[in-house]
Nanobody, 115 residues
């Protein structure tokens, strides 16, 4: 069983920054990819950023140049550094860890960008 716990969300003004964290625990022996999704009410969950075990990254066009995904394997922690935040970045952010044919999700952390 794998557990994911996100943190770091909050209220920030436009142009501000936040750093999200996702700590994984449980019986994890390897991993290939971890990613961040976000969801607003009434819309589908969308991929924000992904990182592979080899360090390759990809981003949604809407966040390229502003967000950076990274991970600390020793700490089993996934990060999302979010800079130059915009009101349209407001959402609940989730980390996802596909492992042994199961998609594990965290509980989500709310990010609100507003003046």
């Amino acid at each position: 069983q794998v557990q994911l716990v996100e943190s770091g969300g909050g209220l920030v003004q436009p142009g501000g920054s936040l750093r999200l964290s996702c700590v994984a625990s449980g019986s994890i022996f390897s991993w290939t990819v971890m990613d961040w999704y976000r969801q607003v009410p009434g819309k589908q969950r969308e991929l924000v950023a992904a990182i592979t075990s080899g360090g390759s990254t990809r981003y949604a066009d809407s966040v390229k140049g502003r967000f950076t995904i990274s991970r600390d394997s020793a700490k089993r922690t996934l990060y999302l550094q979010m800079n130059s935040l915009k009101p349209e970045d407001t959402a609940v952010y989730y980390c996802r860890f596909p492992y042994r044919f199961v998609d594990y999700w965290g509980q989500g952390t709310q990010v609100t960008v507003s003046s």
